[in-house]
């Protein structure tokens, strides 16, 4: 038998059912999502990140600066003079490596997370958006806009901001 020629009507009466229904339709029908890679997709992310005045990190470790020096080296002194702040919670093999901080670095502040975290995975959240980024010879990201999924990366943030001394 065809599936269509049998259809199921669900009546849902209670209203905060219907509008959990509704928000998560909504959320899924409008979710943007977008996958770069490279040098080309790492300019395209961290760019449109000066867009914003702050950006947040779970698990910074220094790829940008190990795959892309040149890059950054040019987009550190943007970041800087735009004053975008960085709050990052940092892998703790970045801390061993290359945080003998010689200066204090303008607008940013990190914490470091604990060791059974480390990854070269990161999690980048600015604007209404979360960038996941695999840092690599053939670095990947992939970023979604959708204002809730932020909001629930950055409740992971604060969380482990909070936790970490």
């Known amino acids: ?8 009507t669900t009546v849902i009466s209670d209203k905060h059912t219907v509008e959990g229904f509704r928000k998560h339709f909504y959320s899924l029908w409008n979710q943007k999502s977008w996958t770069f890679e490279g040098e ?13 005045k702050e950006a947040w990190f779970i ?14 080296e040019e987009y550190s002194k943007r970041r800087i003079k735009k004053k975008h ?58 970023v979604i806009e959708d204002k809730d999924i932020m909001e629930g990366y950055k409740k992971h943030f604060d969380y482990l901001w909070k936790t970490i001394k």
């Open 59 to 72: 698990g910074g470790n220094g790829g940008i600066k190990r795959y892309f020096p040149k890059y950054w």
């Open 85 to 142: 702040f960085w709050h990052d919670l940092i892998d703790a093999e970045l801390m061993a490596k290359i945080f003998d901080l010689e200066k204090e670095v303008p607008f940013y502040e990190y914490k470091v997370l604990p060791k059974e975290l480390v990854s070269p995975h990161v999690i980048a959240i600015y604007g209404n958006k979360v960038a996941n980024i695999m840092w690599g010879d053939k670095t990947i990201v992939t």
């Open 40 to 52: 080309g997709g790492i300019r395209a992310v961290f760019d449109d990140m000066l867009n914003y």
């Open 1 to 8: 038998s065809n599936i269509d020629e049998d259809p199921i």
